[in-house]
């Protein structure tokens, strides 16, 4: 099946700083999606993005399906970004079209 | 609009009892999912379904019963809990292929 592998694993920020976030996979994808799992554990939908690029207030995301890579931008941190962001795809030969998550980016903003 | 909805929030069982979990949906959406998350990982699929009446195994299928009988409703059975099936159970739903996935708020599952 598909591999989907996040870096950096964890990342400790101070707020108002800046940070990238890699997903990369291992095959060809139909869907790409960014979530957020907040500290109550609720998975939020952050984006939908197969390919290309969209923002949303002060996060963005690429999505460059030709080198199987999504990049998450967060801007201007604030400590309510702190959580997990997960990277899930599915590909055109998942059952059902599941989605594989990867192991997830833990993210720790600091007053 | 309640999006996907999950009952209970919260349950703890005794090892060997049963119990099921509902998933509803209220977008009349085609596909829904049963995922489990474990300490530290991201999610595994354990059963879908991509219609009323019909449901498929994902990765994890072992010990778990699913019914699709209506379509805004997709519920997942435990038989007979044992403590390896304590986790976070998500249910999801999506209108069809490439659409995404919108996931309720989780249930917490404790087997003692």
């Known amino acids: 099946g598909i591999q989907v592998e996040q870096s950096p694993p964890d990342l400790i920020l101070q707020e108002g700083a800046n940070s990238t976030l890699r997903c990369n996979f291992s095959?060809?994808?139909?869907?790409l999606q960014w979530f957020h799992q907040n500290p109550w554990g609720q998975l939020i939908n952050l984006f939908y993005?197969?390919?290309g690029t969209k923002q949303n207030g002060r996060l963005s995301a690429t999505t460059v399906a030709t080198e199987r890579y999504s990049l998450l931008y967060i801007s201007s941190s604030q400590t309510t970004d702190s959580g997990v962001y997960f990277c899930?795809?599915?590909?055109?030969?998942?059952?059902?079209?599941?989605?594989?998550f990867g192991g997830g980016t833990r993210v720790l903003v600091k007053p | 609009n309640a999006g996907v909805t999950q009952t209970p929030k919260f349950r703890v069982l005794k090892t060997g009892q049963s119990m099921t979990l509902l998933c509803a949906q209220d977008?009349?959406?085609?596909?829904m999912y049963w995922y489990r998350q474990d300490p530290g990982m991201g999610l595994r699929l354990i059963h879908y379904?991509?219609?009323?009446?019909?449901?498929a195994k994902g990765e994890v299928p072992d010990g778990y019963n699913v019914s699709r009988l209506k379509k805004q409703n997709f519920l997942l059975g435990l038989e007979s809990a044992a403590p390896s099936q304590t986790s976070v159970y998500f249910c999801?739903?999506?209108?069809?292929?490439?659409?995404?996935?919108?996931f309720g708020d989780g249930t917490r599952l404790s087997i003692l």
């Open positions: 999801a739903s999506r209108k069809k292929m490439n659409q995404p996935q919108h």
């Open positions: 095959d060809s994808v139909n869907n």
């Open positions: 993005i197969p390919s």
């Open positions: 899930a795809v599915d590909g055109p030969k998942a059952a059902g079209n599941k989605l594989t």
């Open positions: 977008m009349n959406h085609e596909y």
């Open positions: 379904s991509v219609g009323e009446g019909t449901t």
